[in-house]
């Protein structure tokens, strides 16, 4: 029978929380029917106790840590961190059952001072200040929420992750690997990603269709020296054709003209950028369906106050493209192989030469 999606009973909350300190099969059974997890909300809740400790363990908490956790769906991950030393947790969580869920769950064992529950969605809303965050996220917001949390104001010690399989080898890929790709790239420029261990798609329910990994992200201390947003959209640019090399991506005539625009309107200061990468709020760092080429069409008519361009000054901007490519010996090199100190001396090279990617 369909159940009402605004409200939670008790006796749901004592099943929630039995679900997982049972094996994950027999949980899987018991919660069949009594409680609609919406697929589309990423909502697979892991029940395995095991991993779950193991989840809690691999984050290392220190006393007095504030945890951020991402959609802590009926608490299974919460309670844990709630009993570790980590002074409190703050929770983000979409689903308004949910909420009510964790909530009365974690007043039923006493822990309620520790933990604020943010009804939100993780994407939109502004985080509290945290030491750590640890969580199993939904798998559909993986990279804006990366890119907020390493793109973002943040600053905190790790993120550990519970991710889709692929995504995580994604995510922790080294150039020349056939997994990298610009999200590696990018979250390399700012912070060390490394694998902790696998976790099998039988320890959720309902059991989804991948298996996951869990992945320990650690912002460094440094910050990088270079400009993010220009840094984020050479890296779009670069990575939309990954394949392709460095001198045919950029050989491209829609492309140069789309740079020849954005960078007259860097000197211009006018609103030619309209689409960069860096500047909005949700940050997009590849990974999924962001990778696609810079395209708005090649005409050089002026639009967006920017003005128009002779076919001369556009062949001479062209040869100054060719020429960092050719300076720092990468025209015949394709991106997915090459390290960030090599695109980053590109870069600064065509920035030297008035290319601007924001
Ligand atoms: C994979 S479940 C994890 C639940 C719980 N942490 C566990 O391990 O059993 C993901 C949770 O994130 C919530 N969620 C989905 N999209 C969200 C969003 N954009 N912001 C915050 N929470 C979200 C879902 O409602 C669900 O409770």
Redesign the pocket.
């Known amino acids: 029978m369909k159940r009402a999606v605004s409200s939670i009973r008790s006796r749901d909350v004592a099943h929630l929380a039995a679900a997982a300190t049972a094996p994950s099969p027999a949980a899987a059974e018991a919660w069949d029917g009594r409680f609609r997890l919406h697929k589309p ?6 029940t395995n106790p095991r991993v779950l400790d193991a989840i809690v363990r691999r984050a290392a908490l220190r006393p007095g840590d504030a945890v951020l956790e ?5 608490g ?2 919460t309670v844990r961190l709630l009993e570790s030393p980590a002074a409190r947790v703050s929770a ?4 308004p059952r ?1 909420v009510d869920a964790v909530t009365a769950r974690v007043d039923a064992l006493g822990l309620a001072h520790k933990l604020t529950v943010i009804r939100a ?3 939109e809303a502004e985080f509290p200040e945290f030491d750590v965050c640890v ?4 798998y559909g ?1 993986s990279s804006p929420l990366i890119a907020k949390l390493l793109f973002g104001p943040y600053r905190f010690r790790a993120a550990t992750l519970l991710l889709q399989k692929e995504f995580a080898r994604r995510l922790v890929a080294a150039p020349g690997d056939s997994e990298y790709n610009r999200l590696a790239a990018n979250v390399r420029m700012v912070a060390d990603a490394r694998l902790l261990m696998d976790v099998s798609k039988r320890d959720f329910v309902p059991m989804p269709k991948v298996d996951s990994s869990l992945v320990e992200i650690r912002p460094r201390a440094a910050e990088p020296n270079v400009d993010l947003a220009e840094w984020l959209a050479f890296t779009r640019s670069c990575f939309g054709q990954k394949n392709k090399t460095l001198g045919a991506i950029f050989k491209q005539k829609r492309k140069v003209l789309e740079l020849f625009r954005r960078s007259r309107c860097a000197e211009e200061r006018c609103d030619g950028n309209a689409n960069a990468g860096g500047g909005s709020r949700l940050i997009a760092l590849g990974g999924g369906d962001d990778d696609g080429d810079m395209s708005d069409g090649d005409s050089n008519e002026g639009h967006d106050g920017a003005p128009s361009f002779s076919e001369e000054e556009v062949a001479v901007f062209k040869a100054k493209i060719a020429g960092a490519l050719e300076t720092c010996e990468l025209a015949g090199k394709r991106p997915s192989k090459l390290s960030n100190d090599e695109l980053l001396r590109l870069l600064k090279l065509l920035n030297e030469q008035g290319v601007r990617f924001q």
Request: glycine residues 12%; without cysteine; negative net charge.
């Open positions: 909300r990423g909502q697979h809740l892991l991402v959609g802590p769906g009926t299974n991950l983000v969580e979409i689903d949910m969605d993780a994407v969580a199993n996220i939904p917001i």
